[in-house]
Structure formats: structure tokens, C-alpha cells
């Protein structure tokens, strides 16, 4: 199968509010695929769509070969979820929470056992294993409900910005561990505020705003829609900033943007590093940095966008009231494990 992930003309709308205009998407199998947008794009309403947790209203998409309207059961069996916040039940030990999710998909008391210290070595969570899950850190939280998505050993893994409000430490790890997944042949969806994320994991992204796509293809390839570089000037003086933007401005034909002390501006034009150095020493301007480099994929946001991506929050479908949904282990294994169904189940 070529792709394990294909959609075409996905819409969902709540109420008078657009989530998705008719969104395509084809993930190629064993691969990492971004979805990049600002709050309110759509992005988590498509994982909803494609994991079965919300039905569409026009559109059609297969997961594994098979339809989320009408072979859904079949997806849920192949695909595994982790949103935005951790959905573990935080008064059941580590062990306790995968050998619930084990158990909700059928396994004996036994491989279910067994599937859980399995996970938790893999996650390096043995030592916590027995420890209640409000003990473990936020980084141990999120490796946690990741082992948990796991337990059916899914095809299809749905990442909906998985690191949101962890440390760089733990974003690495998880990065990691993300990495190691695809060496073994899982396919990743990952939504992600986060550009660098985006840029390190993913083999092919889609830009996705007001419910649409609006570009896509490999993090190199957007890199180039821009003008493909970019010129930063920092000044010595502060004060000489109006005179390097009016500079920036006259050479290119392009708005320079400013960030603290520091110019930018893209360009496609090979002779304008040159001519800016000839023109700034002409006005007595010292540099203290002046480089020409690649567009980064923030720069390929703004310009598609026309705002910059915001990392700190979440991100639902705009204007939907929609609240994240629990979603531990292959979609649709019902809502969050607790003390009282854990013990029906040991």
C-alpha cells in the first residue's frame, strides 16, 4: 500500500463555522507527515475526521485502505491516537494504565501484562512503572500516553502536537522515540505549532489555514516557495535600524521585517548581498551580523499565512467549541480507564 493515510475533500462544519473546506491529503506508508497551521486551522478536526472520532460532512478518506465513515471499527483497529493533552488516568500506576488499554482491546491478563513492561522499558518508564501517574513529570506523562497509544501496535500513529508544554529535554526525547517508530514502520500523522518540530520529523508537510491546505510538500521544497533566502542585518547601533530597513526595503522591493535588533528580508536575488554592503557603508552603518541564509520554515509560515505560527497554546477548530477528546490507544476504546474498571480487569 502506498499510502496509508488518503483524503479527498474532507469538510466538517459546526454550525455556521467551517472547520475543513474541503481538505486532500496522501501519506505515503512509514513516513512522518506535518500538519502545520495556526490556532483554529483545522488541524485537529482533520486527525478527528481520519481517527473516526468525528464523521464528515462531504469528502471521503481511507486509513489503511479503509473508509472512516463505513469501515470505521476496521480503522480504529489499525490506527492509535495521542491529542493534545495526556488522557491516562492519573491515580493508576504506569503498569496499571497499559495493562487497562491492553485489556479494553482484548488481550489476556497475561500479554496484556506482558505488552505493558514491554512499552515501559522501551519508554525508559520501568523504574516508574509502579508509581501513580500524577508522580511522573510532564515529559513521563507524555512518553506515558504515547506507550499507551501503542499498546495495539497500530500501522497508523495520529500525533496531535504531542510536545505542547514540554522542555526542550523532553521534546528531544520524544522526538526521538518518534524517529524509532517510523524505523519501524509506522506511519506518523503529527499536527504541530512548532516549526522546528515540523522541521526535524516530518518527510512531507501541508500548510493548513481556514479549514484548507494551502500548500504542501517537503520541508526543502516550502523552504523555497519564499524567495528560497534570506538576508539578516544586525547593526551596531540600534538607532541606524530605520536607515538598515530603509535599505533592506530600496534593494529588494520586499517589506523587511524587524525583530529586536535584527533585519530580515527575503530575496531572490543573488547580487543583493552586495549591493546591501555597498549601500550601508555608503551611509556609515558598522554591521555586527550580516548574513545570507535559507529560508527557515517560520519565514514559509509568515509568508503563507501572513502570521507566524503560536507555540504556546492548543489548538482547536476555530469558533467550534470544541474541547480536546481523551483519546489513549487505538481510537474509540471508550473513555478514560478508572480505579473502579481497573479492578474488574487485573
Keep these: 500500500m502506498s499510502h496509508a493515510i488518503w483524503a479527498e475533500g474532507l469538510v466538517k462544519r459546526f454550525g455556521s463555522t467551517t472547520a475543513l473546506a474541503g ?76 495493562i487497562m488499554i491492553g485489556r479494553l482491546l482484548g488481550s489476556s491478563r497475561r500479554d496484556a501484562r506482558s505488552r505493558a513492561r514491554q512499552l515501559l522499558a522501551e519508554f525508559q518508564l520501568t523504574d516508574a512503572a509502579d508509581r501513580a501517574a500524577k508522580t511522573y513529570s510532564g515529559g513521563m506523562r507524555r512518553r506515558l500516553d504515547l506507550a499507551a497509544s501503542l499498546v495495539g501496535r497500530p500501522q497508523v500513529l495520529f500525533l496531535d502536537e504531542p510536545t505542547t508544554g514540554l522542555d526542550p529535554r523532553s521534546r528531544n526525547e520524544l522526538w526521538e522515540l518518534v524517529r524509532g517508530l517510523v524505523a519501524g514502520g509506522v506511519t506518523v500523522l503529527l499536527t504541530t505549532q512548532y516549526l522546528e518540530e515540523a522541521d526535524q520529523l516530518a518527510d512531507e508537510l501541508a500548510v493548513v489555514d481556514h479549514g484548507r491546505v494551502i500548500a504542501g510538500g517537503t520541508p526543502e521544497e516550502l523552504k523555497a516557495k519564499t524567495g528560497a533566502q534570506v538576508l539578516v542585518v544586525r547593526p551596531t547601533d540600534p538607532k541606524q535600524l530605520p536607515t538598515v530597513l530603509t535599505a533592506l526595503r530600496d534593494l529588494s522591493g520586499n517589506e523587511p521585517s524587524l525583530a529586536q535588533t535584527t533585519v530580515t528580508v527575503s530575496t531572490a536575488d543573488a547580487d543583493l548581498l552586495p549591493a546591501v554592503v555597498r549601500r550601508l557603508d555608503e551611509s556609515g552603518v558598522k554591521v555586527g551580523e550580516l548574513a545570507l541564509r535559507s529560508s527557515s520554515l517560520d519565514e514559509v509560515f509568515l509568508s503563507l499565512t501572513g502570521h507566524r505560527a503560536d507555540p504556546g497554546s492548543g489548538g482547536s477548530a476555530a469558533g467550534t467549541g470544541e474541547r480536546p477528546t481523551p483519546a489513549t490507544g487505538p481510537a474509540g476504546t471508550g473513555a478514560q480507564p478508572t480505579t473502579a474498571t481497573m479492578e474488574g480487569i487485573r
Design 23 to 98: 481538505v486532500d491529503l496522501a501519506v505515503r506508508t512509514g513516513t512522518v507527515f506535518g500538519l502545520l497551521g495556526p490556532n483554529g486551522a483545522g488541524k485537529t478536526t482533520a486527525v478527528r475526521v481520519l481517527a473516526t472520532l468525528l464523521r464528515p460532512d462531504a469528502g471521503h478518506a481511507r486509513v489503511q485502505g479503509f473508509d472512516v465513515v463505513g469501515q470505521a471499527h476496521q480503522v480504529r483497529r489499525s490506527i492509535g491516537l495521542t491529542g493534545q493533552y495526556a488522557s491516562v488516568d492519573e491515580t493508576l500506576t504506569g503498569v496499571e494504565n497499559l
